[in-house]
């Protein structure tokens, strides 16, 4: 069974950056596409970006672009997200999730971390 | 438009049925998945593939999907039904998940 198990909660400055790993346990690791999403409080679900550590293919959502950067470590079977330039409305809960393959060529969600919160507050 | 319109609240009294709809145009030939979340927890996917239902997940929760409207249907509702429901597809053109704003199923 996968279980994947991310970093603890982060108190940030505005400004800062932040950086989250998801540690990821049974299945296999590289073939599959980890994705980055986020829930800030009361809202839903808002989707990151993605890579797929095999061949270190990232994809990140636009309004994020040049502010999120993705990165996996095959060694330690994890996978990172660090958002920089923190903002007081970046303050969210951030969940990992694996990908598993749909029938029209895309993509849900089976497996998903326990959430990391992160404040940005001054 | 790429925008997946659910409603915002649904009330349900305990025994009940609840429709949950997840609206977009066209959405019919698209994969719908569905996920539940709990206050304070991860989602977990009670529907995939438009209505298959992983193991675990009570033959109360069923999905269809047709024309402009994929439908989540939970019969029977407990009180451990209560949680926020999201409908999900991937945009194959942006290589992308899509998801709806989320439905608040309450049990009266």
């Known amino acids: 069974q996968v279980r994947l198990v991310q970093s603890g909660s982060e108190v940030k400055k505005p400004g800062s950056s932040v950086k989250v790993s998801c540690k990821a346990s049974g299945g296999t690791f590289s073939s599959y596409g980890l994705t980055w999403v986020r829930q800030a409080p009361g809202q839903g679900l808002e989707w990151m970006g993605r890579i797929i550590p095999t061949n270190v293919i990232t994809n990140y959502a636009q309004r994020f672009q040049g502010r999120v950067t993705i990165s996996a470590d095959e060694s330690t079977s994890a996978v990172y997200m660090e958002l920089s330039s923190l903002r007081p409305e970046d303050t969210a809960v951030y969940f990992c999730a694996r990908e598993l393959r749909d029938d029209s060529g895309g993509f849900y969600y089976g497996f998903w971390g326990q959430g990391t919160l992160v404040t940005v507050s001054s | ?108």
């Open chain 2, 1 to 108: 438009s790429d925008v997946l319109t659910q409603p915002p609240s649904v009330s349900v009294a305990p025994g009940k049925t609840a429709t949950i709809t997840c609206g977009r145009n066209n959405i019919g030939p698209h994969t719908v998945h569905w996920y539940q979340q709990k206050p304070g927890q991860a989602p977990v996917v009670v529907i995939y593939y438009d209505s298959d239902r992983p193991s675990g997940i009570p033959e109360r929760f069923s999905g269809s999907n047709s024309g402009n409207t994929a439908t989540l249907t939970i019969t029977r509702v407990e009180a451990g039904d209560e949680a926020d429901y999201y409908c999900q597809v991937w945009d194959s053109r942006g290589d992308h998940p899509v998801f709806g704003g989320g439905t608040k199923v309450t049990v009266l």
